[in-house]
């Protein structure tokens, strides 16, 4: 089964809006068993406060159902979603530092907060030679996928689209790409997709903020910075897939499988499963 490449799954997937960045539909990845992912169904993105008037439209003319946010509340301030009419809005918060923003010392939050919130494009060159930016950047999928607390809300998430109904669901973190990117990585496992989707799912957000990596890669190697640092803003600026496909590996060798992960921590039984597949498969 072949995977198309991050720039030709793009090509396919991106919606047409102006003010969400990394706004992508999952419709038309493949599974086996000659089935596909149905269009116009699961919607991940950024989040929603830079909506223009017809990027609102079109998310409510699809019609969108529900909208979630992973969002913490610090990360939400002066960024709130835009309202679209006829869906609901749920905040599941995910904490993908695994509680290390929260244990900041005063010190490090004005260190790392301008105008009163994160901005990690003014400080991921500092970032990237920070100790604990370093750590919370290895550690972020694992605390995404691993940690009690993000567990439970992502589990309370795919219990969310199964009982969803027949309306499509947007979910979004703030750049449209770890926590999105994990939540899409279930989805896909549970609607069967194969490894290389996963991977390829994940990659793409890289296209997308291909041109700020690169401007920041080269200020870290300017001040010296190796493969440890570089690590850091693909993290922070993009998705670090090399970092992804680790915790995928430590996922089965914690739990045995996908399919079991999905069944343990995540809460779905078969038929849940089932649900999703018939829905969402055609």
Request: hydrophobic share 45%; proline share 4%.
């Amino acid at each position: 089964m072949a995977v198309l490449s991050p720039s030709s799954l793009l090509a396919q997937q991106t919606l047409p809006v102006k003010k969400i960045v990394n706004a992508r539909d999952l419709g038309g990845y493949e599974v086996p068993g000659g089935l596909r992912v149905k269009t116009g169904w699961l919607i991940r993105s950024a989040h929603l406060a830079d909506a223009t008037p017809a990027d609102i439209e079109y998310l409510a003319g699809l019609p969108l159902g529900t909208v979630v946010d992973f969002r913490l509340e610090p990360e939400k301030r002066g960024k709130e979603d835009l309202p679209v009419p006829g869906a609901r809005y749920v905040s599941i918060p995910i904490d993908a530092s695994g509680g290390a923003a929260e244990t900041a010392t005063e010190k490090e939050k004005k260190k790392f907060l301008k105008g009163g919130k994160f901005d990690v494009k003014k400080v991921i060159v500092m970032a990237a030679f920070n100790e604990k930016a370093g750590a919370i950047a290895r550690n972020m999928y694992p605390n995404i996928f691993l940690h009690a607390g993000s567990q439970r809300q992502m589990a309370a998430f795919l219990r969310l689209v199964v009982d969803a109904g027949d309306k499509p669901i947007l979910f979004h973190c703030t750049q449209g790409k770890d926590r999105s990117g994990a939540a899409s990585a279930l989805l896909l496992t549970a609607l069967g997709a194969e490894r290389e989707t996963l991977v390829a799912d994940f990659a793409a957000t890289n296209v997308i903020y291909e041109a700020d990596m690169r401007k920041y890669i080269r200020r870290v190697k300017f001040w010296g910075g190796k493969e440890a640092e570089i690590g850091v803003v693909k993290a922070f600026i993009g998705a670090n897939t090399d970092y992804f496909v680790q915790t995928l590996d430590t996922i089965i060798e914690t739990y045995g499988s996908m399919d079991a992960y999905l069944k343990g921590p995540m809460g779905l039984s078969e038929g849940d499963i089932q649900i999703l597949r018939g829905r969402y498969l055609e």
